[in-house]
Nanobody, 117 residues
Framework: QVQLVESGGGLVQAGGSLRLSCAAS????????MGWFRQTPGKEREFVAR????????YYGDSVKGRFTISRDKAKSTVSLQMSSLKSEDTAVYYC??????????WGQGTQVTVSS
């Protein structure tokens, strides 16, 4: 059974940095796309970034481009999201997800990121 467990969330001042990690287990993720999404109350879930497990190709949402970096460590089976130059509008619950094909089939429980201004 696939499990995605996020960690690394917390409180940070605007302009600061934070690194989120997602521990992925339950299968090999070759061929999967791993993504990060975020959501705030009353808003739709927003795409943040994604990376292909095999080739490491990355893609970012416009709101985080140039500030966030997604990476994966095959040996540790983790996906990370390095967040820099954080803004108050980055405050959200961040979710890790895995997709085999066009839809994300597996989701983590989320980790809260709060950016104070």
């Amino acid at each position: 059974q696939v499990q995605l467990v996020e960690s690394g969330g917390g409180l940070v001042q605007a302009g600061g940095s934070l690194r989120l990690s997602c521990a992925a287990s339950g299968r090999t993720f070759s061929g999967y796309t791993m993504g990060w999404f975020r959501q705030t109350p009353g808003k739709e879930r927003e795409f943040v970034a994604r990376i292909t497990w095999t080739g490491g190709s990355t893609y970012y949402g416009d709101s985080v481009k140039g500030r966030f970096t997604i990476s994966r460590d095959k040996a540790k089976s983790t996906v990370s999201l390095q967040m820099s130059s954080l803004k108050s509008e980055d405050t959200a619950v961040y979710y890790c997800a895995a997709a085999l094909g066009p839809r994300y089939n597996y989701w983590g429980q989320g980790t809260q990121v709060t950016v104070s201004s």
